[in-house]
């Protein structure tokens, strides 16, 4: 079974808007934590945001938020007003096992979701 | 701070020969992986390691060799290159509070 899926190969949202994506995740650690990362076309991995398993409020950094939904392990990423520069591959990452345990942490990642923002 | 730095950036390769993906972090982080990447896919782990001296192998660790004698470095060893090896090497560092992973710019390897 996959760790991590991103249905939502790809997506479009005009500009302005507000957009959604999809991430899933499985796992039966009780302590993991969830990211989100933009991969531009330059081809580097930028960290956006974070979620704890045991965070009671929903992750925020600035347009990003992560709409966590712990029941239905599902983890979206929700990008207000998208700008041009939003256009990229998006992934969702999964850390499993406690953080600080000094023990090896696995952290998977989905395959991705490409976004594309039109003017 | 540079973070994690990865050097060469691009590299070509003919078939068999060998060459070593450097990486250096300068975060003091323990934790340190190698991922390649595909066209058009996600990441993959190849091998990773928790401290100095201590490596294990990830997903697709065949063909790949790593050692880490100190914090800061983590070179990845590829012999005997094949074809498909041809991919985006990206290392990355793991630490601060959230334990979020770092990533160096990528190394493009093309094996011809």
């Known amino acids: 079974a996959q760790k991590i899926t991103q249905t939502q190969p790809g997506m479009f949202v005009q500009e302005k808007e507000a957009v959604t994506l999809d991430c899933t995740y499985d796992t039966s650690d009780q302590s993991y934590g969830l990211f989100w990362y933009k991969q531009p076309s330059s081809g580097e991995m930028i960290f956006l945001i974070y979620?704890?398993?045991?965070?009671?409020q929903n992750a925020t950094e600035g347009r990003y938020s992560l709409n966590f939904q712990k029941a239905r392990k599902s983890a979206n990423l929700v990008i207000s007003a998208s700008q041009l520069g939003d256009s990229a591959m998006y992934f969702c990452a999964m850390r499993e096992g406690r953080r600080g345990s000094g023990g090896y942490q696995k952290v998977t990642f989905g395959t991705g979701t490409k976004l594309q923002v039109i003017p | 701070n540079a973070g994690v730095t990865q050097t060469p950036k691009f590299r070509i390769l003919k078939i068999g020969q060998s060459m070593t993906l450097q990486c250096t972090q300068d975060m003091n982080h323990n934790y340190m992986y190698w991922y390649r990447q595909d066209p058009g896919m996600g990441l993959k782990l190849i091998y990773y390691?928790?401290?100095?001296?201590?490596?294990d192998k990830g997903e697709v660790p065949n063909g790949y060799n790593v050692s880490r004698s100190t914090t800061e470095d983590f070179p990845l060893r590829l012999e005997l290159a094949a074809p498909s090896q041809t991919s985006v090497y990206f290392c990355?560092?793991?630490?601060?509070?959230?334990?979020?992973?770092?990533f160096g710019p990528g190394t493009r390897l093309l094996v011809l």
């Open positions: 990355a560092s793991k630490g601060g509070v959230q334990e979020t992973q770092y």
């Open positions: 390691s928790v401290g100095a001296g201590i490596t």
């Open positions: 979620q704890g398993s045991y965070d009671e």
